[in-house]
């Protein structure tokens, strides 16, 4: 067995504000948590506003009329499916993601049936974790 | 550990009907109590957040009103009576035509060419 | 001194005041060393054929001092149809795996606009 101490991860916190399709903003940040997980660095989430939005459990993609795709033709992979792959991105890799959804955000949009893995939480969360972190990366909403 | 924390609020007025709160102010007024380090910096349209006379009081839908009204002046003025420095960016106030007298007491105005210098005085920068 | 990151996600057409940012990054590189990172629509200020005020404000800031490297996600610039050869001179491409490199290992400060 080794002695050598255990390489302590550096963590990375985020914080998103903007909700699906109405900005780049969530595409470029799920862009840097894949690659900061895919690096192994630990990654928290906190999706604050319309971003709780990103990882509602009952979307469901949908088939495009005007390119004449089915849902299977579209292959158009839903934002809480993408948060989903990222969860899993974060087990390939040893990494650890934490996804906090803003409750009071949640609860004014009834946004409340989240994936797993998305849990509730506040500012105050989002404070220990940036005084937790390595990084935090605040995403100005435009 | 980051400990003097700067959040920047630039946007203005965006869902703050809705919400009756700016959600930013908002956000990081919860974090106060924990948080003694942390200052505001108003820019760009939300330097009209100091004006004094913002009323969005009496909306009605459908014959309903829309509840309490947000008072981001007096979400101001609350940072502002608790010695929070709340900096405020003197040639956006100029491009928006505010005169001084309409602004809460206690802004404290920097200049664009200010704001470096600032942000090298806190830790972290947290813009919204 | 210290290490800036500053992320541009917006274009001087769409919003007026992006190009705050750019003087942002000139004043900071007065004392310390800045990376700005144009990702998204702040990609659109690099094409060289520009010509406004924001543009000449943005290829004064990628010609200053050796405190300032801006770089230009390769992605949005791909998505955007912008070639490398259309940059401003001196853009390096690079990608969000570079900006985590940064991000996490050589930056001390980040904002994002």
Redo the contacts between chains.
């Keep these: 067995m080794s002695d050598a101490p255990a390489i302590r991860k550096k963590t990375l916190t985020v914080a998103l504000m903007d909700g699906p399709y109405v900005s780049n903003n969530p595409t470029t940040a799920f862009r840097i948590v894949d690659a900061a997980l895919r690096k192994g660095y630990n990654v928290n989430v906190f999706a604050y506003e319309s971003a709780v939005e990103l990882s509602i459990a009952k979307q469901q993609p949908h088939q495009n009329p005007v390119k004449q795709r089915t849902v299977e033709e579209a292959d158009h992979p839903t934002t809480k499916r993408l948060v989903e792959n990222l969860f899993d991105s974060s087990r390939r890799n040893g990494a650890k993601l934490d996804w906090i959804a803003c409750g009071l955000c949640v609860d004014e949009r009834g946004s409340f049936d989240q994936i797993e893995g998305v849990r509730r939480g506040g500012p105050g969360d989002f404070l220990d974790w940036a005084r937790q972190s390595d990084q935090t990366l605040v995403i100005a909403t435009k | 550990?980051?400990e003097k924390?700067l959040t920047?609020v630039?946007?203005a007025y965006?869902?703050t009907l809705e919400?009756q709160d700016d959600?930013v102010l908002w956000?990081?007024s919860?974090?106060l109590a924990?948080?003694p380090g942390l200052g505001f910096l108003l820019?760009?349209n939300a330097v009209n957040y100091a004006v004094s006379t913002q009323d969005a009081s009496g909306l009605e839908i459908g014959g309903a009103s829309f509840g309490k009204p947000p008072e981001i002046a007096n979400d101001v003025r609350f940072l502002l009576d608790r010695n929070v420095p709340v900096y405020a960016i003197a040639e956006d106030i100029d491009e928006r035509g505010i005169s001084r007298e309409r602004l809460l007491q206690g802004l404290r105005e920097i200049h664009?060419?200010d704001?470096?210098p600032l942000?090298?005085q806190?830790?972290?920068?947290?813009?919204? | 001194m210290a290490n800036y990151l500053l992320i541009s996600s917006r274009d001087p057409f769409e919003y007026r005041d992006a190009e705050w940012f750019y003087d942002l990054a000139a004043e900071l590189s007065a004392r310390h060393s800045v990376k700005l990172f144009l990702v998204g629509n702040g990609v659109l200020i690099g094409r060289n054929r520009i010509d406004n005020g924001p543009s000449k404000k943005f290829r004064r800031l990628v010609g200053l001092n050796g405190n300032v490297h801006v770089g230009a996600d390769n992605f949005s610039l791909r998505e955007r149809g912008i070639d490398t050869g259309e940059l401003v001179p001196g853009i390096t491409v690079t990608g969000v795996d570079t900006l985590v490199d940064t991000l996490m290992e050589s930056t001390d400060k980040v904002l994002w606009h």
Excluded: C, Q
């Design positions: 550990m980051p924390i920047i630039e946007r965006h869902g919400e959600t956000f990081n919860m974090l924990k948080a820019r760009g664009r060419s704001l470096a942000l090298d806190y830790d972290a920068v947290w813009h919204w």
